[in-house]
């Protein structure tokens, strides 16, 4: 049980365009998504918790104009990483969270790379 | 504020040997603590977890780990490394209970086994 999803797995894209990310719960509802980016050889940074319905909490430093975040229901948040450029290039990794559940289980990741 | 402080950026072990991974916290409220492994260019799953019930957790693939409250510790043990455990593992605490229960990880270990 517990499977997160995340699509693309990969994506190339060239710089001043937008990419969407989604991340799916597909066997429980998930109350509670997070969005984490991981530069190489470095641990997970969260960029930002959404919960269903109302609007995502940004951690410090990150853009929330740039990293939009929708959480429209229980299985799915999307990340889009809007007017990419090349530094947003990185690993990004989704987890989502059942309600009054401790553990975050982690989707697969989503590679970006701006060109 | 929480922490955590992983020992060793890089662990390497040989085959059938011991495998000890260390992780130190630092939390104001009782914490929940967890072990993530991750492999290459994937997610990461959950390998235990310790959320105050037994201190020693047992978790997957043979890894254990003791929660020890007076050296505020949560070190990953496991008694035979096999060749498939070379990844990376994360420790991390949460303050489930708190504000959302976010999770703060370590910067990582990465173990090799040598054959």
């Known amino acids: 049980g517990a499977v997160v999803s995340q699509h693309p797995s990969r994506v190339i894209c060239k710089s001043g365009t937008s990419v969407k990310i989604e991340c799916r719960s597909l066997d429980f509802q998930a109350t509670t998504m997070f969005w984490y980016r991981q530069f190489p050889k470095q641990s997970l940074m969260l960029m930002a918790t959404?919960?269903?319905?109302?609007?995502?909490?940004?951690e410090q430093g990150v853009e929330k104009d740039k990293f939009l975040i929708n959480h429209a229901s229980l299985t799915l948040s999307t990340l889009t990483v809007t007017s990419a450029h090349p530094e947003d290039s990185s690993f990004y990794i989704c987890?989502?969270?059942?309600?009054?559940?401790?553990?975050?289980?982690f989707g697969p990741g989503t590679r970006l790379l701006v060109l | 504020a929480q922490s955590v402080t992983q020992l060793g950026s890089h662990v390497s072990v040989s085959e059938g040997a011991l495998v000890l991974l260390r992780c130190n916290y630092s939390s104001s409220v009782p914490p929940y603590l967890f072990w993530y492994v991750q492999y290459p260019n994937q997610g990461l799953q959950l390998l235990l977890k310790y959320t105050s019930a037994a201190t020693l957790v047992k978790g997957i693939n043979g890894f254990e780990a003791e929660f020890k409250k007076s050296e505020t510790s949560f070190h990953l043990t496991k008694p035979s490394a096999h060749m498939s455990d070379a990844a990376e593992y994360f420790c991390?605490?949460?303050?489930?209970?708190?504000?959302?229960?976010?999770?703060?990880f370590g910067k990582g270990t990465k173990l090799s086994v040598k054959p």
């Open positions: 987890s989502a969270r059942e309600v009054l559940q401790e553990t975050q289980y």
């Open positions: 991390a605490v949460s303050d489930w209970g708190g504000s959302q229960g976010n999770l703060i």
């Open positions: 959404s919960n269903e319905g109302s609007k995502a909490t940004y």
